[in-house]
């Protein structure tokens, strides 16, 4: 099963991180260790997403089982028509490990 979840801000991520590692059962200090991190730096990902390298999130993201997929808007459409910003990026869940 796929499921897409729209996002254009990456403080949009910090709900979507939190509930994509309960869901897989790990505690912070467990990410953090399959990462290779500290469990307070996973908390700081999780409470601000945008300061986090899209190396590292793309890593954290295929642990938790999900994948960065981006949208682009057709060209013809003039940017100020778009209701959504020029490119979205959405989390699909996908099995661990793919892309």
């Not at 059962?25 to 730096?41: D, N, P």
């Not at 057709?74 to 490119?87: G, K, M, T």
């Not at 979205?88 to 793919?98: L, N, V």
């Amino acid at each position: 099963m796929v499921n897409d979840f729209p996002i254009s801000l990456s403080t949009q991520l910090r709900e979507h991180l939190r509930a994509l590692r309960k869901q897989q059962g790990m505690t912070q200090a467990q990410l953090g260790a399959r990462v290779g991190v500290s469990q307070a730096r996973i908390a700081e990902i999780e409470g601000n997403p945008g300061a986090v390298s899209v190396e590292r999130m793309l890593l954290l993201l295929s642990i938790l089982g999900a994948g960065l997929r981006l949208h682009v808007h057709a060209a013809e459409q003039p940017l100020h028509d778009v209701a959504e910003p020029a490119a979205t990026a959405c989390i699909a869940s996908c099995k661990h490990g793919s892309w």
